[in-house]
């Protein structure tokens, strides 16, 4: 979720449009663009980094529930790729 954020902020209005309304080339954009990053990817990083080590035991609650959830799921999901026929209906 947060790559799709990033992508959307990236490409879209948050950068591209104020370097249009400023008169910034478009071939300057793309080194913008990578400034930006720089500088947004360590600061999540860090943040990320951050929360786990202030809010362990929350992050563990999560990990533990999302390792219950996500077995089912993997299943269904294995069971749709290997047996495709599994959701057909017999007349």
């Known amino acids: 979720m947060l790559l799709y954020y990033l992508r ?3 490409n879209c209005g948050l950068l591209y449009g104020p370097c249009l ?3 910034i080339k478009s071939n300057q ?3 913008i663009r990578v400034n930006v990053m ?3 990817i360590p600061v999540s ?3 990320t980094y ?3 080590s202030v809010y362990d035991a929350c992050v563990q609650a999560a990990l533990t529930l999302f390792g219950m959830i996500s ?3 993997l ?3 294995i069971l749709g790729v290997v047996y495709p026929w599994t959701n057909y209906k017999v007349r």
């Open 71 to 73: 077995g089912p799921i």
């Open 75 to 77: 299943g269904l999901f």
């Open 50 to 52: 951050w929360m786990m």
């Open 38 to 40: 720089l500088i947004i």
């Open 45 to 47: 990083v860090y943040y």
């Open 8 to 10: 959307y902020y990236l």
């Open 21 to 23: 309304l400023y008169g």
């Open 29 to 31: 954009v793309g080194t």
